[in-house]
C-alpha cells in the first residue's frame, strides 16, 4: 500500500498522467494534480479521487516550461502535503513537423516540458525523499527515448535526453531506498494521439477509425493501444518494494513497437 505517501503527477488533468494518478490512488496515495484545463473540471477531478480511494488530494498549476513555478509547486507540495514521496514526470507535448520546418520555439518548448521540467522537479524533490530514505522517480519517456520517427526532432531528441537524466539519477541514488526508472509507452490514445490521428484522417481522407488503424499498423505490432490503466498498473510496480532493485531503465509498454 502506498498509505501515506504523497505522489505528485505533472500533466494530471488528461490522459496518461490522469491514469497514473488514479492507480497510485487507489493504492493510497495522496494526490496532487498538475496540468491545464478547467479549473471547475479539475476540482471535480480533485474531489472524485478523494471520495473514490479516501485520499488527500491537491493541486498545482505550474506551467512546466517555467522553472520559478515549479519552484513554487514543490514549495506548495512541502508545505500542504509535507513533501513528495512519489514524482511521476508526465507533463509532455508533441509537434510534428520536419527538422527544416521545424518551428525553433516549439522546440525549445517540447526541451522546457519534456525533458528540463523534470530535472527541476526531481533536484527540489530529492532533498526529501533522501531525509526519508525513501522515493520513487517515473518519468514518463516513450518508444522515442529508444528508437525514433521521421517528423519528430525535438520529441525524440527530448525523450532519449529524458532516458539519460534516469540513468544518471538512478546511479546517483543507487545506495538509497529512491529508484529511479522510466516507462516509455507506444501509441496509447489520448488528447496528444488524437491530434496525430486527425492530421493523418485529413491527410489521406480517412475516417478516425481508419486513421487510427494505420498509425498503430505503421509501428505497433499488437494492432492495439496500449492504455493509460495499464501504464498506471506499471507505475504501481515501480512503487512497490518487489521494484526497489530496478535502477535506471526504461520499461517499454508499446505493443512491440521497439521489438522490431
Ligand atoms: P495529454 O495531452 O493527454 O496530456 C498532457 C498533460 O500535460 C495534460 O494534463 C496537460 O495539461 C499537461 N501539460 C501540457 N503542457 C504543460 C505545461 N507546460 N505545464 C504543465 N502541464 C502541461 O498527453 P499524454 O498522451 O497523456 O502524454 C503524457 C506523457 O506521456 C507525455 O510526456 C508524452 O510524451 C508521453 N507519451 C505519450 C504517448 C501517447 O501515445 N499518448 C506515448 C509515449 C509517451
Known amino acids: 500500500t502506498l498509505r501515506g505517501k504523497t505522489a505528485l ?3 494530471s488533468t488528461s490522459g496518461i498522467g490522469l491514469g497514473i494518478a488514479r492507480s497510485l490512488a487507489a493504492e493510497g496515495a495522496n494526490i496532487i494534480l498538475n496540468g491545464f484545463g478547467d479549473a471547475g473540471e479539475i476540482a471535480q477531478l480533485q474531489e472524485s479521487l478523494a471520495a473514490e ?65 523534470a530535472f527541476h522537479t526531481t533536484r527540489l ?5 533522501k531525509a526519508r530514505n525513501w522515493g520513487r522517480i517515473i518519468n514518463l519517456a516513450s518508444v522515442h527515448g529508444l528508437v525514433a520517427s521521421a517528423g519528430k526532432s525535438a ?5 532519449h535526453g529524458l532516458v539519460g537524466f534516469t540513468k544518471a539519477t538512478a546511479l546517483e541514488t543507487a545506495k538509497t531506498g529512491i529508484t529511479c526508472n522510466a516507462i516509455c509507452p507506444g501509441w496509447v490514445l489520448t488528447p496528444l494521439v488524437q491530434k496525430q490521428v486527425d492530421a493523418r484522417a485529413e491527410k489521406e481522407g480517412l475516417s478516425n477509425e481508419a486513421a487510427k488503424a494505420a498509425l498503430l499498423a505503421e509501428k505497433q505490432p499488437s494492432g492495439e493501444f496500449v ?7 506499471m507505475a504501481v510496480f515501480l512503487c512497490s518494494d518487489a521494484a526497489r532493485q530496478m535502477r535506471g531503465v526504461a520499461w517499454n509498454m508499446d505493443g512491440g513497437w521497439v521489438a522490431q
Open 227 to 233: 492504455t493509460p490503466e495499464e501504464l498506471g498498473a
Open 53 to 117: 480511494f479516501g485520499v488527500q488530494t491537491g493541486y498545482n498549476g505550474a506551467d512546466m516550461s517555467k522553472p520559478a513555478q515549479i519552484e513554487a509547486m514543490m514549495n506548495y507540495a512541502a508545505d500542504v502535503f509535507g513533501g513528495v514521496d512519489i514524482l511521476v514526470n508526465n507533463a509532455g507535448i508533441q509537434h510534428v513537423a520536419n527538422v527544416e520546418d521545424f518551428p525553433p520555439e516549439r522546440w525549445d518548448a517540447i526541451i522546457a516540458i519534456n525533458l528540463t521540467s
Open 155 to 159: 520529441y525524440v531528441a527530448a525523450k
Open 125 to 129: 524533490a530529492l532533498p526529501h525523499m
Open 9 to 11: 503527477v505533472t500533466g
